[in-house]
């Protein structure tokens, strides 16, 4: 069993909504956050392959409440292994708040299957399924159904770590203006010692088509991150992060441009 808690905080100069929400971004404000994230991960004692994943998220905007987000997910995943294959699927319930307001419920299902290619490095092909429905009636509109593809490169010798992520996702919701068919590119690399100093660059492209509402709206973020970590003995390991990202739309009202400065730790258990 393994668990993970971390806290951040810093100033964020273009607040939007977080792209798991599904809502459009076209209303932003300036403000300090402080965002913490946990996790729980293992398998569950005597049943061999089974493996429970929860998770909380809080996250909030002293001066932009109604950013405000916090969620909590709970799941079960069977995993099983042969030679260089291995594979798991399941299930996970979330739900989320929005602006201290209920905003959804949602059950996942999927699957994943990686192929291990060298002692090094490793490809995956996972499939997610979302039924999501609303919890207040004022976001009835993002009631529906989410479909996502990844393929996904692992590599990892000593202190480096090298992720390659191609997604495409696509939604069915009850209103289009939150029904987008996304294709996003993500690229990391991590340089992380068990003691001292480590680094890390990251880049995200997505291109987003909102083909349902009239007139049609295509967007294309660019996304860079930078982070610096200092790892210690005890487990404890301390950052700083900077992101810029770039949203250019073909309606001026969603481009945005963003800068967020963070500084946070985390403590494994």
Known sequence: MAARVSARAGYDDNVILQDETG???????????????????????????????????MLRYPEAGDFNQASANLGALYEWWRGDWSADAGMHLATTTL??????RS????????RRLT???????RYRHDDVSAIESIYDGIEGSRHRV??????????????????????????????????????????VPETGWGYGVGMELRSSEYAGIDPSRDEDLVQFDARVTRYTES???????????????????????????????????
Do not use: H, M
């Not at 209303?27 to 089974?50: K, M, N, Q």
């Not at 963003?258 to 258990?269: C, D, H």
């Open 23 to 57: 809502l459009a971004g076209d209303v932003s404000a300036e403000s300090p956050f402080l965002e913490v994230f946990g996790t729980l991960r293992g398998p569950y004692p005597g049943w061999r392959g089974v493996r429970l994943d929860g998770s909380f998220y």
């Open 99 to 104: 602006g201290g307001d209920g905003f959804d």
């Open 107 to 114: 059950l996942r299902l999927s699957t994943r299957i990686t």
């Open 119 to 125: 002692p090094d490095s490793s490809v995956a092909l």
């Open 150 to 191: 990844d393929l996904q490169f692992r590599w990892s010798r000593d202190d480096r770590r090298v992720g390659v992520n191609l997604t495409r996702e696509t939604n069915d919701r009850a209103d289009p203006s939150v029904s987008p068919d996304k294709l996003k590119l993500e690229v990391d690399y991590r340089f």
């Open 235 to 269: 487990g404890w390991q301390l950052f700083a992060e900077l992101l810029r990202a770039d949203n250019d739309s073909s309606d001026a009202a969603f481009s945005y441009e963003r800068n967020q400065l963070a500084i946070g730790v985390y403590r494994l258990f």
